[in-house]
């Protein structure tokens, strides 16, 4: 079945730093691909998607590829800042219509 | 109304006891989701509908969660005699159509689930 593996955390960066979180995935067929965001005591938030392979997705800052040769979908960001310190889950999107999250990643960027 | 909102947004309970969580969705959102979220941990699929069928009901844990939706619109989350392992956030979300996959997934704020 459809799977999401993500890098683990947590992530400790100071600021101005660069991210990168690793997201593999696992699928049938061609499916949409997001970064989702949960800031402390927030509700998740679309950080950003991609729906076809080589698209790139970019949002506040944050980029991801849609790479199907390597089924990868990698988020960045040149420069981090405090505010940036949240939960970052990768999911997919395919055939059966629901997210697939993965296990998420805790970013911790310290001033 | 402009986003998925979920009510309560917190409840305790004790043990034993059922309960129910509400969800509205976006207005014209045809699909709705119902995830499960607990403390630290990532999100469990539970149960999608589109429309007022559910297609995909394969995440509920057991049979003491059950869930519908009329009108196209809101839905119900029931979980009866409520265990403390129920203890989560309930997150509940919708798109324009279950059809696309490419359409985005809003989420509410979700309802946090104390079982005592």
């Known amino acids: 079945g459809n799977s999401v593996t993500q890098m683990e955390g947590p992530v400790t960066l100071s600021e101005e730093a660069f991210l990168t979180i690793n997201c593999t995935y696992t699928?049938?067929?061609?499916?949409?691909l997001f970064w989702y965001v949960q800031y402390p005591g927030e509700g998740l938030q679309l950080l950003l998607k991609?729906?076809?392979?080589?698209d790139k997705g970019s949002n506040k800052g944050f980029e991801a590829t849609y790479r199907k040769e390597t089924t990868s979908f990698h988020l960045e960001k040149g420069s981090v800042q405090v505010s940036d310190s949240a939960v970052y889950f990768c999911?997919?999107?395919?055939?059966?219509?629901?997210?697939?999250f993965g296990t998420g990643t805790l970013l911790a960027v310290q001033p | 109304g402009a986003g998925v909102s979920q009510s309560p947004s917190n409840k305790v309970t004790e043990k034993g006891k059922d309960v129910e969580l509400r969800c509205d969705p976006i207005?014209?959102?045809?699909?709705l989701y119902w995830y499960r979220q607990r403390l630290g941990q990532g999100l469990e699929f539970l149960i999608y509908?589109?429309?007022?069928?559910?297609?995909?009901k394969s995440g509920l844990p057991s049979d003491r969660f059950s869930a519908e939706r009329t009108g196209e619109s809101v839905s119900t989350l029931t979980i009866q005699r409520t265990q403390q392992e129920d203890s989560a956030v309930y997150l509940c979300?919708?798109?324009?159509?279950?059809?696309?996959?490419?359409?985005?997934?809003?989420f509410g704020e979700g309802s946090w689930l104390t079982v005592v």
């Open positions: 979300a919708s798109s324009l159509t279950g059809g696309n996959a490419g359409n985005t997934i809003y």
């Open positions: 699928a049938t067929g061609y499916p949409s």
């Open positions: 991609a729906t076809k392979a080589d």
């Open positions: 999911a997919l999107r395919g055939a059966t219509n629901k997210l697939i």
């Open positions: 207005s014209g959102h045809t699909a």
């Open positions: 509908f589109q429309g007022n069928s559910a297609p995909d």
